[in-house]
């Protein structure tokens, strides 16, 4: 159990699109999914965290313009990369929290985005 | 200080060895603890999760907790090849879990 899916798994776009990523809880209801970036070598970033029904929380630093999140049901929040460029180029990786265990986290496998 | 703190690395250990990967971290209120996997290119995933001090064990990992000197600690038995990653140590609380930045062990066969 505890299953996160992560579609696409890689994306290249040119500089000035949009991209979406969904996050989804494919054997679990999920109260809260979190959405982390990872440059190459580096640590994992929080961006923001999302509940159902609500607005998603943005760490500081992390333009809620550029980054819009939805999160319309327990199983599924998707991200969208606003006016991608070049410097958005990460390793995109959600989580999602079960509602019967709210502090473990469960990472779908990440979406690489390349922005030409 | 930072929250969670674990040292970079890369740790090396010679396949079979036990390899001990520690973490500490700065708030006495913290409950729960995890150590994740990640592989190079790849996503964390959980190993274990420890919430009492005291040592739990799951097939070659034993997690230990130490709530008065504020440390937990990852023990891989008869490490392999394969356990080669970064392993990423956490903490919950009221906030979503914080990680520490990770220690990269190598598993020298």
């Known amino acids: 159990g505890a299953v996160v899916s992560q579609h696409p798994s890689w994306v290249i776009c040119k500089s000035g699109t949009s991209v979406k990523i969904e996050c989804r809880s494919l054997d679990f209801q999920a109260t809260t999914m979190f959405w982390y970036r990872q440059f190459p070598k580096q640590s994992l970033m929080l961006m923001a965290t999302?509940?159902?029904?609500?607005?998603?929380?943005?760490e500081q630093g992390v333009e809620k313009d550029k980054f819009l999140i939805n999160h319309a049901s327990l199983t599924l929040s998707t991200l969208t990369v606003t006016s991608a460029h070049p410097e958005d180029s990460s390793f995109y990786i959600c989580?999602?929290?079960?509602?019967?265990?709210?502090?473990?986290?469960?990472f779908g496998p990440g979406t690489r985005l390349l922005v030409l | 200080q930072k929250e969670v703190e674990q040292n970079s690395g890369p740790l090396s250990v010679p396949e079979g060895a036990i390899a001990s990967l520690n973490c500490t971290y700065s708030d006495r209120g913290s409950q729960s603890f995890f150590w994740y996997r990640q592989y190079s290119g790849k996503s964390p995933e959980l190993i274990m999760s420890i919430y009492s001090n005291g040592d739990k064990e799951d097939g070659r990992f034993t997690a230990q907790l130490n709530k008065a000197s504020q440390y937990v600690s990852l023990l891989i038995r008869d490490s392999q090849p394969s356990d080669s990653a970064t392993y990423l140590c956490?903490?919950?609380?009221?906030?979503?879990?914080?990680f520490g930045k990770g220690t990269r062990l190598s598993v020298i066969a």
């Open positions: 956490a903490r919950a609380g009221n906030t979503p879990l914080v």
């Open positions: 999302s509940n159902e029904g609500s607005k998603a929380t943005y």
């Open positions: 989580s999602a929290t079960p509602a019967r265990d709210s502090e473990t986290q469960y």
